[in-house]
């Protein structure tokens, strides 16, 4: 459990403030039998919880008095569910564990999703390491950082390249065959094109579903929350990234209203992740080299740059990446992650330059014929009149409405799906009717319109040949000088009717009615598919849907104008990033990636003010559609700025459980029941000041207690107490730099205080104690954070909202106000000069 605590002061018994329970209670209760009632009867029992929360006063007294108690029997009980909870969500892992999870009200859910510890623990262990650590061993640090950075950037380009390897040959095949089965029995091919879809969509929900639950849908909510520090059961885990390019594989081949660019996003998060922790959760390589980097922080960095190289890799677009990573994934940024991202993203457009490169010629099946997202349009739109940005503002405008539309029912769709929870069989049906109801309407939809002649001013071959991509699609044309205009932008692949209805200098190719009714049809299946269990992306619908009537638009303007330069192929660009900030509302990343996708500068303002204009519209309506999925995953995301009302609340408002904390000298009885009593991820940790009164002297976390009491390396009995030295927090830090020895001989590896990512860890339930054991005790000082972050129980809400969100806090321990001031720290007292001297003068 994360959040704020609070901590008494004084001497004596302080409202709110609570302690581990005392020995006395079998912490065996739990696991002999009889379960949480059993335990809280022991509790109660042993005169641990009284009704009201009385307070407790321990047998071992070093003059810090009374320091509380557990509150009683509604704090063991929401103890209790919230480990319940937890329990649902992590073993059941993923979208199937969240199916168990929703029997609990909210609170108890936000319970079951921890944190992630983006704070460097400032404990004795990590100074010693620091101040022991070398030139060569900072450099060694860095090299291995850029290293990973390296092998980020060229296997997510491998990746992108595998999965766009197999879409375009799977699709190329069965367009192919369909196309040719058309010409001697309609009926036939009809039948094959959907039962080819429906395979592929189901090969996609069964992986997913069965193998994978947290590779559904886009991945990038995940990913931001994550970033954002949640960490979120299964998001990066091996195996989801396996599903995520395996299912995109199939629920894109398979005609889905889905993209595989958002996929790309996540896959990229996973295979940073791995590369960082040396592998998977089960099968990573450990090697010293790695040892730093198995932590959060450095986890989350390396997780920054893959998901800045899966947008890369999707559009061609280095410089999109690192403004989309910056922009909208995650939460914190500073100057050196920049360059990290920056060179990653290189890296990518490099690795696959080179394996498109070798796939020129036919190498590589269809997929030199349709290939990656690039959509040339230099030769189009070159310069507009002053009279068209009032039809562009329009776009803008048309763009936000029909976006923050979108969000809306798909908000509605989710919903419902949320309240009516579906069993796995159902998750794969529902997949596959509307793999059905999509290859229907992309098959027959088409039929009803009827063929266009071939302008006679067209540069491009019409009708094209089958096996081949582009415009101006025979389809069910009986003569040669003929095609089907809708056909060319619902029964083909989604990157190739993007390059259709983004092409320039194709003056009349699309009847508006066509434009019309693919809007519809393609709308309504986006909004309905986001959602079910295969992995899908917004990217490619959303334009779409926006080039869609932004080349209507086009048409009308050369239609009424009759101004020879007017393009449709740049009205459907502009179109198609009036929808992004309508329903993304992002808007200087989507600009770049833009810019770089369809090699055209010029018209950069132009798509700056569609853009501002579509999140403007669509933020006076709801949010983006990643923070609406964010919210319907109950994840405990904290967003850019704090609610207004926060602003007349405290800290103390906010604090919602009462922590339980430890001495510094504490019975490993103690310590065991209060890590199986409650969720709490940090526990205070109180002594004596130098009058005699408690103060706080630091924090420990769960995962420290549990490799402490899993090594048993630091038991010893009660009577050893008086000989254990007795220094403040960073007293080996100050002696270690003055040369003298540390007074701690640490026996713990560093990697050993952090899990693999997105997996439980070590529990309490692995740990295997003895009733001897038990009633030894242990010294928490060497592994306590010497300088947790505290606030005064009177700050402003709206301050603390700020330090959780700017610096990746997981605790925040609230007191009360102190009564001494022992200096103050400007600006200039943190310049190197300043400390240099200040030290020199301290040695004299």
């Given amino acids: 459990m994360e959040g704020a605590w609070l901590l008494g002061g004084g001497g004596g018994a302080t409202e709110g403030a609570t302690s581990a329970p005392s020995g006395g209670v079998d912490v065996e209760l739990g696991r002999r039998g009889g379960g949480n009632a059993a335990r809280r009867r022991g509790a109660a029992a042993g005169g641990v919880g009284k009704s009201q929360g009385g307070s407790l006063r321990r047998e071992e007294d070093d003059g810090l008095g009374d320091l509380g108690g557990f509150g009683g029997e509604e704090e063991l009980r929401g103890a209790d569910s919230g480990l319940a909870a937890d329990r649902a969500l992590r073993e059941g892992g993923g979208a199937s564990g969240q199916d168990a999870l929703r029997q609990y009200p909210w609170s108890e859910r936000a ?35 850029w290293t990973l950075s390296v092998l980020i950037g060229v296997l997510t380009g491998c990746a992108a390249f595998v999965v766009n390897l197999a879409v375009e040959n799977i699709t190329g095949l069965k367009f192919a065959w369909v ?20 395979g592929l969509v189901l090969s996609s929900t069964v992986i997913v579903t069965y193998y994978a639950p947290a590779a559904a849908g886009s991945g990038i909510p995940d990913v931001k929350a994550y970033l954002n520090g949640v960490d979120y059961p299964g998001v990066l885990l091996f195996r989801t990234l396996i599903g995520k390019m395996a299912g995109s594989i199939g629920s894109v081949a398979g005609g889905l209203a889905v993209g595989k660019e958002g996929p790309l996003v996540h896959t990229g998060s996973c295979i940073a992740a791995a590369l960082a922790q040396g592998g998977s959760a089960h099968h990573k390589l450990h090697h010293r080299l790695l040892q730093n980097f198995r932590n959060d922080r450095e986890r989350r960095e390396f997780v920054t740059c893959g998901a800045a190289a899966g947008v890369a890799a999707a559009f061609h677009a ?35 330059k080179a394996l498109t490169g070798f796939c020129s010629g036919g190498r590589c099946g269809y997929l030199g014929s349709g290939g990656f997202m690039l959509f040339e349009i230099s030769q189009g739109q070159e310069d507009y009149e002053t009279f068209e940005l009032v039809p562009m503002a329009m776009l803008g405008v048309t763009g936000g409405l029909l976006g923050a539309l ?69 389809f069910n044309c009986p003569l040669k000088d003929q095609y089907n205009d809708l056909a060319t932008i619902f029964f083909n692949t989604h990157d190739d009717a993007i390059r259709n209805l983004f092409s320039s200098n194709t003056m009349r190719e699309y009847h508006s009615s066509a434009l019309i009714v693919y809007l519809g049809v393609f709308f309504t299946l986006a909004v309905v598919t986001y959602g079910i269990s295969v992995p899908s992306g917004l990217f490619v619908p959303s334009i779409l849907c926006g080039a869609a009537y932004g080349r209507l638009v086009g048409m009308v303007m050369v239609h009424y104008h009759g101004h020879t330069g007017v393009d ?31 090699s055209n500068l010029k018209i950069m303002p132009l798509v700056m003010l569609v853009l501002l204009i579509g999140k403007a519209v669509g933020d006076w309506f709801n949010g983006a559609i990643y923070d609406i999925h964010v919210d319907l995953k109950e994840i405990p995301f904290l967003g850019e700025k ?20 430890f001495r510094r000298i504490e019975s490993v009885r103690n310590v065991v029941r209060a890590l199986r009593e409650t969720p709490h991820s940090a526990f205070p ?81 692995d740990i295997k104690v003895t009733e001897q054991e038990l009633d030894m005790v242990i010294d928490l000082l060497p592994l306590c954070n010497a300088s947790p972050h505290v606030v005064s129980s009177d700050a402003s809400l709206t301050k603390v909202y700020s330090m959780f969100r700017q610096m990746g806090l997981r605790h925040l321990f609230v ?15 943190l310049l190197v000069d300043s400390l240099e001297s200040r030290c020199a003068a301290q040695a004299e």
């Fill in 568 to 598: 449709e192929g740049t009205y459907a660009l502009l179109g198609a990033a009036s929808f992004l900030g309508g329903a993304m509302r992002m808007t200087v990343s989507l600009c770049v990636i833009l810019m770089e996708l369809t």
């Fill in 179 to 198: 196309l040719s089965l058309m010409r001697t029995n309609m009926l036939l091919a009809f039948a094959l094109y959907c039962t080819v879809n429906v």
């Fill in 642 to 661: 704090s609610e207004r009302f926060m602003r007349s609340l405290s800290a103390i408002d906010a604090v919602g459980t009462r922590p339980v904390g």
């Fill in 318 to 352: 280095p410089v999109g990446g690192v403004l989309f990573a910056l922009e909208e994934a995650t939460s914190h940024w500073r100057s050196q992650l920049t360059w990290r991202a920056f060179f990653t993203c290189a890296v990518v457009v490099v690795t696959l």
């Fill in 406 to 474: 979108f969000n809306q029912i798909n908000l509605r769709v989710s919903r419902w799906r949320k309240l009516n929870v579906l069993s796995r069989r159902e998750k794969v049906i529902e997949a596959c009717l509307v793999a059905l109801v999509t290859s229907v309407c992309s098959f027959c939809v088409p039929l009803f319109f009827a063929c266009q002649a071939c302008p006679d001013d067209s540069e491009l071959v019409c009708p094209r040949e089958e096996l081949h991509y582009g415009n101006f699609l025979a």
């Fill in 111 to 145: 319970q079951a999703i921890e944190s992630l510890d983006y704070e460097v623990i400032d404990n004795a262990r990590y100074r010693a390491e620091q101040a022991a650590r070398s030139a060569a061993d900072v450099g060694r640090d860095s090299l291995v950082r």
């Fill in 685 to 765: 940790v109180m002594g004596p000041d130098g009058l005699g009164s408690p103060c706080l002297l630091g924090s420990v976390l769960r995962s420290y207690l549990l490799v402490m009491l899993r090594h048993k390396a630091d038991f010893f009995s009660p009577e050893e107490r008086d000989l254990r030295p007795g220094r403040l927090p960073g007293g080996a830090g100050r002696r270690e730099r003055q040369g003298g020895r540390p007074q701690h001989d640490f026996k713990y590896d560093v990697s050993e205080f952090s899990k693999s990512v997105s997996t439980r860890g070590l529990t309490i339930e």
């Fill in 815 to 829: 007191v009360p106000r102190a009564e001494r001031v022992l200096g103050i720290i400007t600006r200039k007292d």
